[in-house]
């Protein structure tokens, strides 16, 4: 297993997604001019569905870092942060990125960006404060992974277009609803409009389901290859163990995080929740633990 494994793998998921919302966004444009007879909803789809995967491709990112409250800092802001990681980016044969800090006292990092000349390490001051030296190390070097294996593209593209298809679902969900029912007075129903109005609940209802399940599965894998990489990259597992540890064990709320982001942290901002592991955002913290312990390198 290498720095790079997973890289040409995460490019050909990313443009998969990207390709399968803008199917879905059109067929479901194609319901709603049916329900509604109007073709220029259609029209809207094909040119809303574009706009949005173009959206989520180029500026994700800022997106995200706009959510979270990151406020990006130069080297002479912290030479210490600064220095750790271009030692590291310089070992991964990667660029430098940008660097910025979420003013929040819970311990957590992500990394985001479209691909490693435009990515962004993110850490909180509580991150900074309460970790040694190697345990974060070993947090920046397992970001840095995901900016090399490209999980930081496929994370943030999933984070807008699965939110995108859960608010077009509710919405399409409100109005086939209310559309069913007009049509039912006025009309005294149909047979057509009826199984439209079952295909257009059964989408609204399941694709948001489904698309959330893609997305943790994807968070899930890629925690676990980052968390190999990144013990790699400083040749000592021992240090992002016992940051995970320590992180793990704080119970400080993240308050700028969601469920929409929840999934691009080193760990679940939301922990203490006990959930399915269908439903976790990331693996259960003591297997990635026993799984860096148990590491030779």
């Excluded at 850490?123 to 970001?143: D, F, N, P, S």
């Excluded at 609803?177 to 257009?200: A, H, K, P, T």
């Excluded at 676990?224 to 119970?251: C, H, M, V, W």
Aim: proline share 4%; with cysteine; net charge positive.
């Amino acid at each position: 297993m290498t720095l790079y494994t997973q890289k040409d793998k995460n490019i050909r998921k990313t443009w998969i997604l990207i390709t399968a919302f803008l199917i879905f966004i059109i067929a479901l444009g194609w319901v709603f001019s049916y329900q509604f007879n109007s073709p220029a909803i259609l029209v809207f789809a094909v040119i809303f569905s574009s706009l949005m995967s173009f959206i989520s491709y180029w500026y994700s990112d800022k997106i995200i870092l706009a959510i979270s409250r990151a406020k990006e800092i130069e080297k002479e802001d912290n030479p210490e942060l600064y220095r750790l990681v271009e030692n590291l980016c310089i070992t991964a044969g990667l660029p430098l990125p940008k660097i910025y800090i979420i003013d929040e006292t819970a311990l957590n990092a992500f990394a985001t960006g479209r691909n490693p000349e435009h990515a962004v390490v993110a850490v909180t001051r509580g991150l900074l404060e309460k970790l040694e030296r190697a345990e974060l190390e070993g947090v920046i070097a397992h970001e840095l992974s995901h900016i090399g294996n490209r999980d930081m593209l496929l994370q943030t593209v999933v984070v807008i277009l699965i939110g995108l298809v859960a608010l077009i679902s509710d919405w399409f969900l409100r109005w086939t609803w209310f559309s069913g029912r007009r049509r039912d007075s006025r009309e005294g129903g149909g047979q057509i409009q009826l199984i439209m109005l079952v295909i257009g609940i059964a989408l609204a209802i399941l694709s948001p389901f489904i698309a959330m399940l893609i997305q943790l599965a994807i968070s899930r894998k890629r925690e676990f290859l980052a968390d190999a990489s990144g013990a790699l990259l400083t040749r000592y597992p021992e240090g992002l163990a016992n940051a995970l540890e320590k992180i793990s064990g704080d119970q400080t709320p993240l308050r700028v995080a969601n469920k929409a982001t929840a999934h691009l942290y080193i760990t679940n901002p939301f922990r203490g929740r006990k959930v399915s592991k269908l439903f976790m955002t990331h693996p259960p913290i003591e297997e990635r633990i026993n799984a860096l312990r148990g590491m030779n390198v």
